[in-house]
């Protein structure tokens, strides 16, 4: 389409708008950017709707089609109301749960959202103002809901803002009802579809009473309770950068029964601005800042941070030389599922049914981890609703223990669906306890993870190739992948290829062919070398970028062998990039 096709397109879409049934606050906002000499804000919220996804909405706020706005969440909530109608039309009452986070327009979001749902007939129960997205899962079975909705853009720039659907089950949709919303969510053509009268008498407020459930449920998570006793005294720098986590952690850590929870007064402030950080991300080590700041000043002993919907958690503990380190989402992965299978094993609890969750692209030591301990490991595809899925498979049958991602998420627990960082954060305070009533810091106890199974590295890499010929691009290092597999890379022998668009793997050495075992196809390929290296390769569903995670593997005898483990390892990623070209 030619520039003017295109302008000429949204522009008409645009006074739609403004003959429709908006709001005159909208009406303004469209007049201001039509009236406008540079037409590419007007472009960029018209060009196309705000796709309702697998996970339901995210965008950038303000008016138009392609923005986050009442009437795009209107659209995606009327679209729910339709599909649950159907699904659960025996039902004398369908209800939900909503929740938000911290961010501008989230209350305004959450409020529209019941509004639309309560004027279809559904039972609301609302938050009363921000808490976790762990939470909203936890109450969604607590309440015995059928769906659940958490507005919250995560961890993106504080332009953003988005909406999370769940299905009775607490985890976010999966086949066959994600894409059976998206189907009634697109069919809504008109505002005037979406019903925005709402009734009062269906939208009940709560908060403090389901806060004191959850926390009690988390609480009976814990595993070392004598070791805390201990080292109640221990010393915990937590911020929620400026998001939900203030509301629920600090409660929590001191539930558990810490004492010298440390806080970093800049980040309290709730606010959607996120004032003290360019980006809400604890994967970022520019969010941790003022809290390791904080650490060096008060001689602490582990600094966590939640993202702004307190799904996720970050930390940093001392290193061997006392400086403060950044532990990546792999290695907080795998100190949890160590302590979990560790303490599990010592209080008796390992019967051989027990199993942990990872995703495909998260370290290979968990498996090494389970395995010897007699737990079941299964692989999954990256986002949680993966990991609910097996957890949801596997329900009366096994018994799970915790799973995991390496983008910083992790869930111990089966009375929430989606990851936790209210648990999270009190069990990595527990280990910490329990480390130290066993004589070692957090980064000893994983160096001697380490030593016991092999030092892994990873390293995420993003290639960006933007406009069409990018796409093509990505398209065709793909098929070269499929079609011409490297034999070898960073000089040791592929053994194994993984193509879970085929669903198939290939062993190279014994030739054999056999059939991957997963829900659903999705284009990632993943090669495995002889000496332990792991290559994960995928185009991204929603950026102009395709992936590579890459993970070596190396070896430590004792703990002053992890610098040269690490160098090495360094080493070799270089080496895996260059034979992949990247």
């Not at 709402?198 to 959850?214: C, R, T, Y």
């Not at 094993?345 to 301990?373: M, R, S």
Request: charged fraction near 25%; proline fraction near 3%.
């Amino acid at each position: 389409m030619q520039n003017n096709e295109l302008l000429n397109e949204v522009i008409g879409k645009a006074q739609k708008w403004l003959t429709g049934s908006y709001n005159e606050e909208t009406k303004m906002e469209i007049r201001r950017m039509l009236s406008a000499d540079d037409k590419t804000e007007l472009i960029e919220s018209f060009y196309k709707n705000l796709e309702f996804g697998t996970g339901g909405l995210r965008g950038i706020m303000g008016a138009g089609s392609n923005r986050m706005n009442i009437y795009t969440v209107g659209a995606a909530t009327q679209g729910l109301s339709n599909y649950l109608k159907k699904q659960f039309a025996d039902l004398p009452q369908i209800s939900v749960v909503i929740g938000h986070d911290c961010r501008n327009n989230s209350r305004y979001f959450a409020e529209t959202t019941a509004g639309i749902f309560s004027a279809n007939g559904i039972k609301v129960y609302l938050f009363e103002n921000l808490r976790p997205t762990p939470e909203i899962s936890f109450s969604i079975r607590h309440f015995g809901c059928q769906s659940g909705v958490m507005i919250t853009a995560s961890h993106n720039p504080k332009e953003y803002n988005g909406y999370k659907a769940y299905w009775n089950d607490g985890a976010q949709m999966i086949a066959p009802h994600d894409t059976n919303v998206i189907d009634e969510v697109n069919a809504i053509s008109n505002v005037d579809d979406i019903k925005f009268a709402k009734n009062e008498a269906l939208i009940q407020i709560i908060g403090e009473d389901v806060d004191k459930i959850f926390i009690g449920k988390v609480k009976s998570l814990s595993l070392s309770p004598e070791a805390i006793k201990r080292h109640s005294d221990l010393k915990i720098v937590y911020t929620p950068i400026h998001g939900t986590g203030g509301q629920l952690i600090p409660r929590t850590l001191r539930e558990f029964g810490f004492t010298n929870i440390i806080d970093v007064p800049e980040q309290n402030v709730v606010s959607g601005n996120f004032p003290t950080v360019v980006s809400p991300n604890p994967e970022e080590p520019a969010a941790l800042e003022l809290a390791v700041k904080k650490a060096k000043e008060t001689d602490a002993d582990l600094v966590m941070a939640s993202d702004p919907d307190a799904d996720r958690l970050g930390i940093a503990v001392k290193d061997d030389k006392g400086e403060w380190a950044l532990v990546n989402g792999n290695q907080t992965c795998l100190l949890f599922i160590y302590y979990l299978i560790t303490r599990w094993k010592e209080l008796g609890k390992i019967t051989g049914e027990e199993y942990v969750v990872k995703t495909i692209v998260t370290t290979e030591i968990i498996k090494d981890i389970a395995g010897k301990n007699n737990v079941e490991m299964f692989d999954c595809y990256t986002g949680f609703k993966w990991i609910a899925a097996v957890m949801r498979e596997n329900e009366d049958k096994k018994v799970y223990v915790g799973g995991g991602e390496e983008s910083y998420g992790f869930l111990p627990e089966t009375f929430a669906r989606d990851k936790d960082a209210v648990s999270s954060c009190a069990l990595m305070a527990e280990m910490t306890a329990w480390a130290k009533d066993n004589g070692k810091t957090l980064f000893q106890l994983l160096q001697d993870i380490y030593i016991e199974y092999g030092y892994g590295k990873e390293k995420g890499i993003s290639v960006v190739r933007k406009g069409k010929s990018g796409a093509e691009e990505i398209a065709q290092m793909m098929t070269g992948y499929r079609t011409n597999p490297p034999k070898e890379i960073a000089s040791s022998k592929v053994v194994l290829l993984k193509d879970y668009e085929t669903l198939k793997t290939k062993d190279f050495v014994s030739g054999k062919e056999v059939a991957l075992d997963m829900p659903t196809t999705s284009n990632v390929l993943q090669f495995f070398t002889a000496d332990g290296t792991k290559i994960s390769v995928r185009p991204s569903g929603t950026e102009p970028k395709i992936k590579f995670y890459i993970e070596v593997r190396g070896e430590m005898k004792i703990r002053a062998d992890f610098a040269a483990a690490e160098a090495a390892a360094g080493k070799k990623i270089d080496a895996v990039r260059a034979s992949m070209g990247v």
